[in-house]
């Protein structure tokens, strides 16, 4: 059996409306689900969520959200095909936010960050449905090392237009927009939603 796992890890800094990105790279097991909230339809992010102390010394930030997507996959032995799974959750422990300065504009602007990083593992996850399940493990290996590399390329390029138009959460009316565009394309990616058996 052989496995490769990848995580991209992108930090949300919100000073009252604004945001800062930090993509540090880690090899990791898949994290314990309740220490994190994975993407979901139904459950979506709340304060709650949001366990950690509020980081010392920064008198002006209101909230920060780690958002983590982390990709794998495996070739049973014999003529089994490989399985695939791309996932995106939020690490509840590291994520803060000051009670007494957040409120619900911000959680919308973390959530539809959260929202583009779900869509992106649903293109993640039809682009893994294409490689020849009957590959070598090698090809295999770099089939989805150039798909994961070009999936995160194009993420980092929405995230910066996003953070751009949004002004970083203060223009709520382009957050409601990038929202609405986001779904839209999530409802036509339905079927690569992600399964439940990866992530509960």
């Given at each position: 059996?052989r496995?490769?796992?990848?995580?991209f890890?992108?930090?949300v800094?919100?000073?009252?409306?604004?945001?800062?990105?930090?993509p540090?790279?880690?090899?990791?097991?898949?994290?314990n689900?309740?220490?994190?909230?994975?993407?979901?339809?139904?459950?979506?992010l709340?304060?709650?969520d949001f366990v950690?102390?509020?980081a010392?010394?920064?008198p002006?930030?209101?909230s920060?959200?780690?958002i983590r997507?982390?990709?794998?996959?495996?070739?049973p032995?014999?003529d089994?095909?490989?399985?695939?799974?791309?996932?995106?959750?939020?690490?509840?422990?590291l994520?803060?936010?000051d009670?007494?300065y957040?409120n619900?504009n911000?959680?919308?602007y973390?959530?539809?960050?959260?929202d583009i990083?779900?869509?992106?593992?649903?293109?993640?996850?039809q682009?893994?449905?294409?490689?020849?399940?009957?590959a070598?493990?090698?090809?295999?290996?770099s089939?989805?090392a150039?798909?994961?590399?070009?999936n995160?390329?194009a993420?980092?390029?929405?995230?910066?237009?996003?953070?751009?138009?949004t002004?970083?959460?203060?223009n709520l009316?382009?957050?409601?927009r990038?929202?609405g565009?986001?779904f839209?394309q999530?409802?036509?990616?339905?079927?690569?939603?992600a399964d439940?058996a990866?992530?509960?």
């Open positions: 059996m496995f490769k796992i990848f995580i890890i992108v930090v800094t919100v000073i009252m409306f604004s945001s800062c990105y930090a540090p790279y880690v090899y990791d097991p898949f994290p689900p309740t220490e994190v909230v994975y993407w979901s339809a139904i459950r979506r709340e304060w709650k950690n102390r509020i010392p010394n920064n002006l930030t209101a920060e959200v780690f997507t982390q990709y794998d996959w495996n070739k032995s014999g089994y095909p490989p399985k695939f799974r791309a996932v995106c959750y939020v690490e509840k422990s994520c803060w936010a009670k007494r957040v619900d911000q959680l919308f973390h959530q539809t960050l959260f990083y779900e869509l992106f593992m649903r293109r993640m996850r682009d893994f449905s294409k490689i020849y399940s009957f070598s493990s090698s090809q295999i290996s089939n989805v150039s798909i994961v590399r070009a995160e390329n993420l980092n390029l929405t995230l910066q237009n996003y953070y751009r138009d002004k970083r959460g203060a009316t382009e957050v409601n990038w929202s565009d986001v839209a999530l409802k036509e990616l339905e079927s690569f939603k439940t990866f992530a509960p």
